[in-house]
């Protein structure tokens, strides 16, 4: 047991581990293989010498008077205080007295027991460590290095020497990776079993755009400028909201950046998606207008929520050369465009030729009118 305080602080360094934690462990596990070894009935403690650096076995003995019941019960651990006299005369009922045990006559399969014992210990002690960290970063980006692709194309990372799995699910359209890339993704899912630690990635989720933005722009950083919601149909297109509260402050300049700098790294990671910045507003009829840019509108009618799991609708009067603006290319407009506000979007269409025709009738009956109403007065 020589210099086991200086073993232990090392054991912490080593693992990145509280040494006051593992300190504990090692206790607990000499108080199991004493109890095993020595008997079981005692009650041990194990307290620390600094002085000399190592742990001292203790069996601590309670001081009775003679008709308490628990020296009956257990004698191993409660003396009464006629028996404790003999000891010490100045002993009194409610003192304790303690021996300590030596450990150095245990059998070798004892201290083999003792390390396996620490040993599992401490490997839990770091897994669980490990969990709580990963369970902290849920939502966040944590990058590590692809060490192996499965026939699936199931991508396996290492992150801080777990092993964490990228569904092909979880993928955006087109990547591909091989071993030693460098991978960035947002920590989706983290469980623990009695064998390891379980972590799911995900590269197709908006909080991945959310966070790379973050990222990228300052003020987004500092919470000068919010995300309000985002869309993501991954790898072909997103739209995220953006507002501030501070009216020195463009949400939209300030997340494009110069040149279309800060989105145009945020598309590069996300494998060139096309991303729409819009500013976020609390007026549906507004907000809806906005998340189908680039069509223009011409009115917005809002229907209300009629059953709990179907959305609201919105139904859009759009002129007809605008329709293929708002639905986009296979959809993917008026998709991003529901996604975001969480309406559900029906556009009708107006034929602008048939309102040009109604317009100029009106004009050419309103011509005709006036120019009778002036024949009749002259």
Do not use: W
Request: proline content about 4%.
């Amino acid at each position: 047991m020589e210099k086991i305080l200086d073993i232990i602080e090392l054991i912490a360094y080593e693992k990145g581990l509280q040494v006051s934690t593992v300190s504990q462990v090692v206790k607990d596990s000499i108080i199991k293989m004493a109890k095993k070894e020595i008997d079981e009935n005692i009650n041990y403690t194990v307290e620390e010498d600094h002085k000399e650096r190592t742990f001292r076995l203790i069996h601590t003995i309670s001081v009775c008077e003679e008709d308490d019941p628990r020296i009956q019960d257990d004698p191993t651990n409660f003396i009464p205080i006629s028996k404790a006299k003999t000891t010490d005369s100045e002993l009194k009922a409610g003192d304790e007295i303690k021996y300590e045990l030596s450990l150095e006559d245990m059998s070798r399969n004892a201290v083999n027991s003792l390390f396996k014992d620490l040993e599992f210990h401490i490997q839990r002690m770091i897994e669980n460590q490990l969990f709580e960290k990963f369970k902290s970063n849920i939502g966040k980006i944590i990058t590590g290095v692809v060490v192996r692709v499965d026939e699936s194309q199931n991508t396996y990372i290492e992150i801080d020497g777990i092993r964490a799995v990228l569904p092909i699910k979880n993928r955006i359209k087109g990547e591909k990776f091989v071993v030693g890339d460098t991978v960035s993704s947002i920590l989706k899912h983290v469980g623990i079993n009695k064998d390891s630690i379980h972590i799911e990635l995900s590269r197709t989720t908006p909080k991945m755009l959310e966070e790379l933005l973050a990222l990228e722009v300052p003020e987004i950083k500092d919470g000068e400028v919010i995300i309000a919601k985002s869309a993501r149909i991954p790898g072909d297109r997103a739209k995220i909201a953006l507002y501030s509260h501070s009216p020195k402050i463009d949400p939209i300049g300030a997340s494009v950046g110069v040149k279309g700098v800060r989105i145009n790294a945020v598309s590069k990671e996300l494998n060139g998606e096309n991303i729409d910045c819009i500013e976020y507003s609390e007026v549906p009829e507004i907000f809806i207008s906005k998340a189908l840019a680039p069509a223009n509108i011409i009115s917005i009618k809002l229907q209300p929520q009629t059953e709990e799991n179907i959305p609201p609708k919105a139904i859009i009067n759009i002129m007809s050369d605008q329709k293929s603006k708002a639905i986009g290319k296979n959809g993917i407009n008026i998709r991003l465009a529901s996604m975001l506000t969480g309406y559900d979007i029906e556009l009708v269409e107006i034929n602008a030729e048939k309102d040009s025709q109604d317009t100029q009738d009106k004009t050419l009956s309103k011509v005709g009118i006036d120019a009778l109403e002036s024949l009749f007065k002259q």
